[in-house]
């Protein structure tokens, strides 16, 4: 292929904005698959994430056009995710393309994720083309969009109206990507430099890797070595995504394809890696890489115990497609043997969780999401731990550092008082208040990393009445006074009920997790008492009283709906259920600490 004729670029939005709805119809209309053929959001082909409406993997589709100048061109399309969680992804997709459809909500506007994604497409040097999609709702104001990207920096008469929904503005959009994204400017003829911007583990055939050449070509037969993980592979297949995988001779210099290589571990082939010839290597690999790391952890227990080398099978599985999970074993005093898990974020958490349940039909107990503290003891020795349960006594401890993010939360003015409140509330550091215009403000704030897996999200969304959205990027290690607090239940410790807290906070989280656990924890035929403690002192008491009828009993001469709702409650309840000692705690137990504040 002449690379004049090749145009890569991919499309950004702010969740739910339309981007791959808008996908489809690019692929309809240069009919890559016919009306027929299309399932609807073909894009996003996971289930999970059908059904969450979010995109988690990066796909690339290829596309023939046949613009009005006479000449056929090649487009590739790169999709990328649409979370926070996956914004390293993201990165790497943009770094792969050399312009962007910025794909805005007509009705909703511009949206923090919409920034955030402007700033990569920039540093990235795409071309942007502002896209506002949706025009055919009611609500719909582009006048009012357009003013918006003004203030963001982007031209308003460079905009394309749309409707990915109807069918509207699509051929515009096709002949704008020809004439204003620049084609690829490689060269075929030196050593091979190549991008990956995903990776998928597939069973029968190994990692595929997604790749963008740079420069030179890749072939069947041709030994390519990974430059960060200096791993060497003999290519067993090449090709381009039409959109199903189809095998070609080589990929050159400026094109989008793909690569079988019997590579037996996404580790081996990570997202921002750069692909060369073993033989004859270039000599600097792309700047930009940074191996998957995550940054949440959770313990994983099955709550029953003989499914324990189960959930070892699925988790090796799982991270055959996943670079940044990780997994090691770990034994609780109270849930047994399992496994701490480490995630980029809570999304990614509880997408693991569900697909460990749905996929392996696992029963789990997760305890909270936790995150690394580094221990400074006394004695010199620093530690990264990432289970209270694993933190040192407070004698030995001389300090600790927490990890802190950089917090942007973009919202209209009227939000900014309970937002900042929210933010101190959870130690945030004022940084920096923007308006963006009139009544759109951008509010900057350092939080640590810990208070934002404890439901910040949520709780931003319900006090700002869902308008505000955030962002956030990891930011270094802060000195805290941090202490852990333990939890007893019938005088006993529950370690993975134990959390590390601010000090000024701790008597409060006592008092208030004591209250929750109090509220989960079902009566038992004696009397419990839930303290909570740091060190030896206990800081709050709740006391469960004992039992003393069946369940059952209440709903006798009741109506038999509610006694079926209660059944298949308790049912579930039951599945979720852990004896520790002479009490049974149920999953939520675990998790009442994100219920707090
Ligand atoms: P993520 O994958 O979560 O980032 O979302 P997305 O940006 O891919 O959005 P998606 O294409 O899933 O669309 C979100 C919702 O908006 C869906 O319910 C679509 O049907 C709807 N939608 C998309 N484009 C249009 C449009 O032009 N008009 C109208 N009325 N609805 C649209």
């Known amino acids: 292929i002449n690379q004049n004729n090749i145009r890569n670029f991919c499309i950004i939005a702010h969740i739910d904005h339309g981007k791959s709805t808008l996908a489809d119809r690019l692929l309809e209309f240069t009919g890559t698959i016919s009306e027929r053929e299309m399932e609807e959001q073909l894009l996003d082909t996971m289930d999970l994430e059908r059904e969450r409406g979010i995109t988690i993997k990066a796909q690339a589709v290829r596309m023939a056009y046949q613009a009005k100048d006479g000449n056929e061109y090649t487009l590739n399309l790169i999709d990328t995710p649409g979370h926070v969680d996956f914004s390293y992804e993201v990165s790497r997709s943009l770094a792969a393309c050399e312009g962007a459809l910025l794909v805005i909500d007509a009705a909703q506007g511009v949206e923090a994720q919409t920034l955030a994604n402007i700033y990569i497409a920039l540093e990235n040097d795409l071309e942007i083309i502002p896209v506002i999609n949706k025009i055919d709702l009611p609500s719909a104001n582009p006048d009012r969009v357009k003013e918006e990207l003004i203030d963001i920096g982007l031209d308003p008469d460079d905009a394309i109206l749309t409707s990915a929904k109807e069918g509207i ?82 990929i050159s210099a400026g094109e989008v394809g793909y690569m079988a290589a019997s590579i037996k571990n996404v580790k081996n082939a990570q997202v921002g890696d750069t692909i060369t010839d073993a033989e004859n290597p270039t000599d600097k690999p792309l700047s930009g890489y940074q191996p998957a790391k995550p940054m949440v952890f959770c313990g994983m227990y099955p709550v029953d115990g003989k499914d324990y080398d189960v959930l070892r099978d699925a988790l090796e599985k799982l991270q055959l497609n996943d670079a940044s999970l990780t997994f090691e074993p770990e034994t609780s005093e109270a849930l047994g043997f399992g496994y701490r898990c480490g995630f980029l974020g809570l999304l990614h958490m509880e997408i693991m969780q569900e697909r460990l349940e749905r996929e392996y039909r696992l029963d789990l107990i997760t305890t909270a999401p936790s995150v690394i503290y580094n221990v400074y003891k006394t004695n010199g020795e620093v530690l990264q731990i990432e289970n209270p349960a694993n933190m040192p006594d407070a004698q030995q401890i001389d300090k600790i550092e927490e990890p802190v993010v950089e917090a942007k939360i973009l919202l209209p003015d009227e939000h900014v008082g309970a937002a900042m409140e929210l933010c101190q509330g959870k130690r945030g550091q004022f940084k920096n208040m923007e308006y963006l215009d009139e009544v759109r403000v951008r509010l900057t704030y350092d939080i640590p990393l810990s208070e934002i897996v404890l439901d910040f999200f949520d709780k931003l969304k319900s006090r700002t009445r869902g308008y505000a959205t955030f962002d956030y990027e990891f930011n270094g290690y802060q000195e805290a006074d941090l202490v852990k607090l333990n939890i007893l239940v019938n005088e006993e410790p529950v370690d993975a009920l134990s959390c590390i807290v601010h000090r000024d906070f701790a008597y409060e989280v006592g008092k208030e997790l004591t209250k929750k656990l109090k509220e989960f924890i079902p009566q038992q035929m004696f009397k419990v008492p839930i303290q909570a403690a740091i060190g030896h002192k206990i800081v709050a008491r709740q006391t469960i009283s004992a039992r003393r009828k069946d369940v059952l009993q209440k709903c006798y001469g009741g109506d038999v709906s509610r006694k079926k709702k209660l059944l298949k409650k308790q049912k579930e309840g039951k599945k979720r259920m852990k004896q520790v000692g002479s009490v049974e705690i149920p999953q939520d137990a675990f998790m009442a600490v994100l219920e707090i504040g």
């Open 169 to 250: 503005g699509i051929e515009d959009l096709l002949e704008r990507v020809v004439k204003q994204v620049p084609p690829p400017s490689g060269d075929k003829d030196k050593p091979l430099k190549a991008l990956i911007f995903d990776s998928l583990y597939d069973p029968y055939r190994g990692v595929i890797c997604y790749y963008r050449v740079i420069d030179g070509k890749i072939k069947k037969g041709m030994k390519v070595k990974m430059m960060a993980t200096k791993k060497v592979f003999e290519v067993d297949e090449v090709g381009t995504f039409s959109p199903k995988m189809k095998p070609s001779k080589e």
